[in-house]
């Protein structure tokens, strides 16, 4: 009979063996570093250009959708699900009606990365679908 606790050490080993490595990858580190490092003024501008209908505020990037009616406003809002948990960036969402409000940010950083911008890109285009 195997030992629980030679079980769980070697789960721990395993498990900790798996974070050195991600942790001396170059590509991993650096994803994660882009993903959730604070942009400057000039980087979020320069992403503005390209989210038409898209406006700061409070370091959250904005945007209202308006829709014909509440049941064409929760479909959007349904089809956000799949790509927010994929990403783990979850956004801010207001309901009335036939609008829906989305704010992003990355709490953890304090303000906009790189996670706002990408999954921002994602909603409009969710937004032009049926």
Not at 5 to 12: A, P
Request: proline share 4%; hydrophobic share 40%; aromatic share 6%.
């Amino acid at each position: 009979m195997s030992n629980p606790l030679s079980k769980t050490m070697q789960l721990g080993f395993i498990t900790a063996s798996l974070i050195l490595v991600l942790a001396n990858s170059t590509d991993a580190t650096e994803v994660l570093e882009t993903q959730t490092h604070l942009l400057s003024q000039t980087q979020v501008s320069k992403h503005m250009e390209n989210l038409p209908g898209w406006t700061i505020e409070n370091q959250q990037l904005c945007r209202t959708y308006q829709f014909k009616d509440f049941v064409e406003a929760i479909n959007f809002v349904n089809r956000l699900v799949e790509p927010a948990e994929t990403a783990g960036h979850h956004p801010d969402i207001a309901i009335s009606y036939n609008k829906v409000s989305i704010s992003l940010t990355t709490h953890d950083a304090g303000g906009l990365t790189q996670k706002d911008f990408d999954l921002a890109k994602i909603i409009s285009q969710l937004s032009t679908q049926p």
